[in-house]
């Protein structure tokens, strides 16, 4: 090792830092992007009734766990486990989650790249005209379909993201984010109200927000559950290295919810934009990953000055995707620099070329990103999470996180109810629908 500190970073005042990482990382692609076509392939409403359970219920608490893992140790996931278990195997769990981050940046990287991909068309004018919905399909397959194209995207946007933790620029790209972000939310609350208004809009809404109750099985608890952590970067170590920047005087409870309730909203507004939009153009919800990149370039055409607020948009959700990619990066260059001693710069090349050769088949088949979406997305994120529940209340011990959850003077109300949902409901809520899911073979 070469020391515990090498991998933190430094300026900003703490709180406003956590808040704004947290935050970079926990909105991308995430929100735009997977929980719209997740939602759309498990029956819309009934999902995302599933969905809110979960984040209030599982994944704030894991969220919780995660930052006082960080913030009493101050490292790298697998040095997190090893200060707080010496001589254990706990580490594992560490090296479960840097290894998840890997490949989640090898697929995320493949989207990422068509985002970059449509910026580019929307700069070329694109969206001047309005589109059809078949037109928009030809217009993805010119991105996603074209062999050599979404693979230079994808180094495209790897090497970017790699410049950004080599420079240790995170810190700039983060505060530009602070602006950014709110312009985001507006241009999405702009795109939302006109998708609602749009003729054939009711459909949509009510695919998205009126449960049908019969629709709920165990595959949609499974999409719901892994959705929501990879949502919230949870499962894996981001939060872990983030809970770092929350200096020993700062409320950690009201920052994580703040995080949480940001991720969702924007996720809730993306769907109100996509299901409208979709079902006024007759498409199909349950198209996958595709989805949300056929269905959005038709809404510019009907916004006014619609190719601007196409150039905005893209270029907005590249720079959320960045700081996505950034914390997954992070993660796993912060492991080889901490625990096996490398260079930052050498660790940031290799990792980058690695995840990058790992891309490849991701950006040329759409069945393969799906795979890896799915494995490493939901159930990695998700076992990761189940593991971090069982240490935090087994292991390491619920007064002891209470109490570093509660340092700088917080209140935390709900320590009691936190300690029997890490210790009991999580980890057996998240057993159960594992069993559930290889009794009945529906992994999707
Ligand atoms: N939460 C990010 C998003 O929604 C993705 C991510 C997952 C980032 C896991 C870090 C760790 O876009």
Redesign the pocket.
Known sequence: MTGQQSCERGGFGSRVGFVLAAAG???????VW?FPYTAGQHGGAAFVLIYLVCVAAICVPVLFAELAIGRATRRNPVGAFKALAPGSRWFVVGGLGVLT?FA?LAF?SVVAGWTLGYLGKALLGAFAEPLTHEQSVAMFEQIEGAGIVPVLLTGAFLLLTALVVRGGVEAGIERAAKILMPIFFLLLVAMAIRAMTLEGAGEGISFFLKPDLSKIDGGVFMGALGQAF????LG?G?MITYGSYLGANERMPGAAVSVAVADTTIAVLAGLIIFPTLFAAGGDPSAGPGLVFVTLPTVFGKLPAGFLFAIAFYSLLVIAALT?TV??LEVVVCYFVDERGWKRERATWLVTLGCFLLAIPSALSGTFLDWQSIIFGNYA?TIGAMLICLFVGWVWGVPAAVEEIGRGGAVFPLAAAWGVIVRWVAPVAIAAVLIYIVATGNYM
């Open positions: 990382s926990a909105i991308g692609l995430g929100n997977r981050g989640i995320y990879f949502s919230l970067s894996m981001a996505s914390s997954l994120l």
